[in-house]
T-cell receptor, first 116, second 114 residues
Framework: AQSVTQLGSHVSVSEGALVLLRCNYS??????LFWYVQYPNQGLQLLLK??????LVKGINGFEAEFKKSETSFHLTKPSAHMSDAAEYFC??????????????FGQGTTLQVKP | NAGVTQTPKFQVLKTGQSMTLQCAQD?????MYWYRQDPGMGLRLIYY???????DKGEVPNGYNVSRLNKREFSLRLESAAPSQTSVYFC?????????????FGPGTRLLVL
């Protein structure tokens, strides 16, 4: 069965430093890939998604992610962290199956702390 | 344009009580979903509705039922609540059923079962 692994449940960076949040998927057929962000006491909001166009995907708030088939990875990066980036981040996958009506499999989440 | 709304925001139940979580969307989307979020486990799909008139089980459907009342509304019912159902529940909607569709989430309902 498809699974998603996010390495590191907590990541702490200084303001202005590089943000790197890791995500690996398990299937041999590359799925569709998503990153969502959840601010405290709110619902999830889409940051970006990969649907097999360019392998480098740009999202909102300066985030981007690169799909690497050889590494089965879709890591999320941002060159310079802001205090407002502090949130929980979820990687999710969706199988490329014509019968798949939108079932998302989520990773366990990574909490990003940004220190002043 | 409120997007996806959920009621109530917070609820406390005693074991064995029943309740219905409400979800509505004003985006004219066809597909709707119910997830639960537990610490360290991400979100898990409970039930989904690919289109009005259809519902299907997700990963963790036991103890829940759903009703797709119309295109706008998708409710989740706990017939006999258990402490294991203490969680945060999220409703989501997408334009169409499909693996690459973006899902839009509501603000969540926090449920505590004593």
């Amino acid at each position: 069965a498809q699974s998603v692994t996010q390495l590191g449940s907590h990541v702490s960076v200084s303001e202005g430093a590089l943000v790197l949040l890791r995500c690996n998927y398990s299937s041999s057929v590359p799925p569709y890939l998503f990153w969502y962000v959840q601010y405290p006491n709110q619902g999830l909001q889409l940051l970006l998604k990969y649907t097999s166009a360019a392998t480098l995907v740009k999202g909102i708030n300066g985030f981007e992610a690169e799909f690497k088939k050889s590494e089965t990875s879709f890591h999320l990066t941002k060159p310079s962290a802001h205090m407002s980036d502090a949130a929980e981040y979820f990687c999710a996958v969706s199988d490329r199956d014509s019968s798949n009506t939108g079932k998302l499999i989520f990773g366990q989440g990574t909490t990003l702390q940004v220190k002043p | 344009n409120a997007g996806v709304t959920q009621t109530p925001k917070f609820q406390v139940l005693k074991t064995g009580q029943s309740m219905t979580l409400q979800c509505a969307q004003d985006m004219n989307h066809n597909s709707m979903y119910w997830y639960r979020q537990d610490p360290g486990m991400g979100l898990r799909l409970i039930y989904y509705s690919a289109s009005e008139g259809t519902t299907d089980k997700g990963e963790v459907p036991n103890g829940y039922n759903v009703s797709r009342l119309n295109k706008r509304e998708f409710s989740l019912r706990l017939e006999s609540a258990a402490p294991s159902q203490t969680s945060v529940y999220f409703c989501a909607a997408s334009r169409a059923p499909g693996a690459q569709e973006t899902q839009y989430f509501g603000p969540g309902t926090r449920l505590l079962v004593l």
